[in-house]
């Protein structure tokens, strides 16, 4: 029987036709794989993960597949966005067994909860290197019958790993060395040619720009000011910014920031919203603003609640066979959108043509900048003023059209960190442009956060979820601070002390210091038991 049917989340319930028998999280499932003395597996996705709804497609609503499943093991379906501080501690696991990690995240646990192997996705027939999934099942399913010693030994030697992996925090205190160093590694991975750090796949780091920007404040040096800009230009101009609706993506599949990973986040924008008022006000690129305004527009037209709040995402595909078409364009689709004027001038500047970048349908374009108005303008003898306003309308009518496609799908969850993240935003978005449509809805979304809450001085996850998560109260202790800057209204920081107390009771490591990311005393099966400190911003900034 599948169980997904009654559950909150948007990923759970569209999982809930498949033929697998689907548990949700809790102890019921552990205590049905201890009764069957079956592995668990464990799929742990979101609404808006391109590859999960893709190996739910190949596999998961697969009848023989599922018979294969529903026959040698108890299947637990998860949430990432709903249950964080399971996937956290998954994650771990899985890469300390693998070195990568990701999602869907695919691990196979016993019957205490405890990771004996696992993957990401799994093809349902073998290629590039990759087990096809029944292999990967017939042989665990196999191995847990026939070899228990085995699969013991794994899950107490990842245990293991996981226990003497040093997350405690340094003990000296910090210098200016410190941000030296820092800066010195951003050099190292800097890409001077496209901005950003790393190689492909290159995801946006906002809080490295924001530590540049400060840098470059402070010391009046060149450097740490040419890689913030850079990269601010480069992610902006590339097609990991939706240059027709606003927004950005989760990534970019290459180093030039042309192709993306075409899901759009709540807590990316939020925080690159902040990184391009900041570009702006530090650089007064006008450019930047640009950026800024059109990121504003898309978290209003696309996530904003009326009531007070945002969506949490808005999926990347509309069906299984689909990457990003939503959001690019053929030839002809851009042609047909378009006056023959328009045309001219859209082409050239997001490089629409016959070739396009889309591996999976070689014809669809993804828009970016390719070449500027002023070029076009100087080669085409037309006046800046008159490409200027080719290029508005042509913007404009591409909208229009996309508009009239099916949608991708938008999850309508209220999450409280990222909800907090993205008011914050808005408060800085309110006083860089006099926007009062901004600072209205942020203070909305914290006093409905605030009336929503069961307890004065702590916040749940999401209203009627679960509580206890460290990232929720810190988002919102820092908000609130935004409120009270910009209100001047005392309830305000009371309510951010408060939280921060008990935050301070609740969370932190007396021995070692820093904060667990859940509350002392919380319960919770398999790996929960686990003490974590987050450190690094993967993928919100990280609440210590």
Not at 106 to 116: D, I, M, N, S
Not at 465 to 485: P, S
Not at 518 to 542: C, F, K, N, W, Y
Request: charged residues 25%.
């Amino acid at each position: 029987m599948n169980r997904l049917a009654d559950s909150s989340s948007p990923y759970l319930t569209s999982a809930a036709h498949q033929p697998v028998h689907w548990y949700p999280w809790g102890p019921e499932t552990f205590a049905a794989a201890a009764a069957t003395g079956r592995p668990v597996l464990l799929d742990i996705g979101a609404v808006w993960c391109h590859w999960c709804h893709v190996m739910d497609g190949e596999s998961y609503e697969d009848p023989a597949l599922a018979q294969l499943l529903n026959a040698e093991f108890v299947c637990i379906k998860v949430d990432r966005d709903e249950r964080p501080d399971i996937d956290a501690r998954y994650q771990r696991a899985v890469q300390a067994l693998t070195g990568q990690g990701g999602w869907p995240l695919t691990a196979f646990l016993t019957a205490r909860g405890e990771v004996f192997y696992g993957g990401t996705y799994f093809p349902p027939e073998g290629q590039h290197g990759r087990p096809s999934f029944r292999a990967v099942l017939t042989e665990v399913a196999r191995l847990h019958r026939e070899e228990p010693g085995r699969v013991e030994a794994q899950a107490l030697a990842i245990t293991r790993a996981l226990a003497q992996a040093d997350d405690r925090p340094d003990p000296t205190d910090p210098t200016l060395a410190l941000l030296d160093r820092a800066e010195a590694e951003l050099t190292r991975h800097f890409d001077p040619r496209h901005g950003g750090f790393g190689r492909a796949p290159k995801f946006p780091h906002p809080a490295a720009i924001s530590f540049l920007i400060a840098r470059w404040y402070d010391s009046g040096r060149a450097v740490p000011r040419e890689m913030a800009h850079a990269t601010l230009r480069g992610m902006a101009r590339g097609g990991f910014h939706d240059q027709v609706g606003g927004g950005f993506h989760r990534y970019s599949v290459d180093a030039e920031w042309i192709v993306p990973h075409f899901e759009k986040m709540a807590y990316d924008n939020a925080e690159l919203l902040k990184a391009y008022l900041d570009g702006h006000a530090a650089f007064g690129d006008p450019y930047f603003a640009d950026v800024a305004r059109d990121t504003l527009a898309w978290v209003r037209e696309v996530l904003a609640d009326p009531d007070g709040g945002f969506g949490a995402s808005q999926d990347a595909d509309v069906g299984l066979d689909d990457d990003g078409d939503y959001f690019t364009w053929t030839l002809e689709e851009a042609r047909a959108a378009l006056s023959p004027d328009e045309f001219e001038v859209a082409a050239a500047h997001y490089d629409i043509g016959t070739a396009g970048e889309m591996h999976h349908d070689p014809a669809r374009n993804v828009l970016w900048i390719a070449e500027d108005a002023e070029a076009i303008a100087h080669r085409t003898g037309r006046p800046l003023s008159v490409v200027a306003d080719l290029l508005s309308h042509a913007k404009a009518a591409l909208a229009a059209a996309r508009r009239l496609r099916p949608a991708s799908f938008i999850d309508r969850t209220r999450y409280t960190g990222w909800n907090a993240m993205l008011a914050s935003a808005l408060f800085s978005a309110a006083a860089h442009f006099d926007d009062p449509w901004a600072r209205n809805h942020a203070l909305r979304t914290l006093e409905r956060i605030r009336q929503e809450s069961p307890e004065t001085d702590a916040v749940l996850h999401v209203a009627g979820g679960i509580g206890g998560l460290l990232d929720d109260q810190v988002q919102v202790a820092a908000a609130a601070l935004d409120a009270y800057e910009t209100t001047g209204r005392e309830d305000w920081i009371a309510w951010a002390e408060a939280m921060m107390e008990r935050v301070w009771r609740d969370y932190r490591d007396d021995s070692a210091g820093g904060l667990f990311d859940v509350a002392l005393g919380r319960a919770g099966d398999g790996l929960l038991a686990e003490r974590v400190r987050p450190i690094q911003d993967a993928p919100t900034p990280s609440p210590n």
